[in-house]
């Protein structure tokens, strides 16, 4: 099993900035992308920004230019600083990490989520 937690959300002002961070512990062997993914009260879970261990990076055109993502592979962790925050930003946002060791191969894994709030 891996577990995931994140820290780092809060409430901003539109044009402010938060910085979110991701720490994967347990049976870590192998898991390849992290990422970040958001959900706003009544819509779906979305793909924010994505990272591979070689720091191939993928980000929802919503993001790009505003957010980035990044990784330290030798402590298993993950962070999304968030620039230029705008009141559509405002979601629980998730860690994700998918498992490539055999014994749980393709496994998703998720942190419980953080809050981010901008207001207007």
């Known amino acids: 099993q891996v577990q995931l937690a994140e820290s780092g959300g809060g409430l901003v002002q539109a044009g402010g900035s938060l910085r979110l961070s991701c720490a994967a512990s347990?049976?870590?062997?192998?898991?390849?992308?992290m990422g970040w993914y958001r959900q706003a009260p009544g819509k779906q879970r979305e793909l924010v920004a994505s990272i591979t261990t070689d720091n191939s990076t993928n980000y929802a055109n919503s993001v790009k230019g505003r957010f980035t993502i990044s990784r330290d592979n030798a402590k298993n962790t993950v962070s999304l600083q968030m620039n230029s925050l705008k009141p559509e930003d405002t979601a629980v946002y998730y860690c994700n990490a998918i498992s490539t060791w055999y014994g749980d191969y393709g496994m998703n894994y998720w942190g419980k989520g953080t809050l981010v709030t901008v207001s207007s």
């Open positions: 347990g049976a870590i062997f192998s898991i390849d992308p």
